[in-house]
């Protein structure tokens, strides 16, 4: 099974930090994906990669940033944490078009 | 703009029932529409997934039906048991390779009761 594998389960942070979420996949896929997860709102797609040093905007990428140097390797980065960037953090993978994705187990973010 | 519409919101159904959630879309490009499963603290997983050119998918007690004309898919639990508690979100995708991606309903928490 593919395994997509976020770096950490929960992350306290304070407003104005730099923050680095990571996520790694194990199965050569070509698309990753980050989304966040708030109550009522579902999932909403920040940022997506479909090849290493590729990065497209999703639909809410303002005040954030993502790296892909390696295939497996996809980072989020809050370039400076605000209280309403708290929420859950959902990293995915897919091999592309058809094939679904694979999510990691989430970071629940908080920014005080 | 809402591209995939879910409802409902929530869902309350006694053990041995039938759930069932629906989805609408407006981009007619859209050509693969999966269904995930999110128990909590977990993130989601593929549950089943049709593309448009059948009208219904069954896998055990999950069955997704599509109508196309009408822009509509739905997924139904039959024999709904507490196990099967959790968020559902539909979902579709445009075809085509490069920048893939799935656009999803805002989710639907189903609570199955004894």
């Known amino acids: 099974d593919v395994k997509v594998t976020q770096s950490s389960r929960y992350l306290v942070k304070r407003t104005g930090e730099k923050v680095f979420l990571e996520c790694v996949q194990d199965?050569?896929?070509?698309?990753m994906f980050w989304y966040r997860q708030d109550p009522g709102l579902g999932l909403r797609l920040i940022y997506f990669s479909y090849d290493v040093k590729m990065k497209e905007k999703g639909d809410i990428p303002e005040g954030y940033s993502v790296s892909r140097e390696k295939k497996e390797r996809f980072s989020l980065i809050l370039e400076s944490a605000s209280t309403n960037q708290t929420s859950m953090y959902l990293c995915?993978?897919?091999f592309g078009w058809g094939y679904g994705y694979t999510f990691g187990s989430g970071t629940r973010l908080t920014v005080v | 703009q809402q591209q995939v519409k879910q409802s409902p919101q929530s869902l309350i159904v006694q053990k041995g029932g039938i759930s069932i959630i629906n989805c609408a879309y407006e981009?007619?490009?859209?050509?693969?529409f999966p269904w995930y499963q999110q128990f909590p603290g977990k993130g989601p997983a593929l549950l089943i997934a049709i593309r448009p050119d059948v009208s219904e998918k069954k896998e055990g007690r999950f069955t997704i039906s599509f109508n196309k004309s009408a822009k509509q898919f739905s997924l139904h639990i039959m024999d709904s048991q507490p196990g099967d508690s959790a968020t559902y979100f539909c979902a579709a995708s445009t075809p085509g390779a490069g920048s893939y991606q799935l656009t999803f309903g805002k989710g639907t928490k189903l609570s199955v009761i004894p």
């Open positions: 981009n007619t490009a859209f050509d693969y």
């Open positions: 995915a993978s897919s």
């Open positions: 199965m050569d896929h070509e698309n």
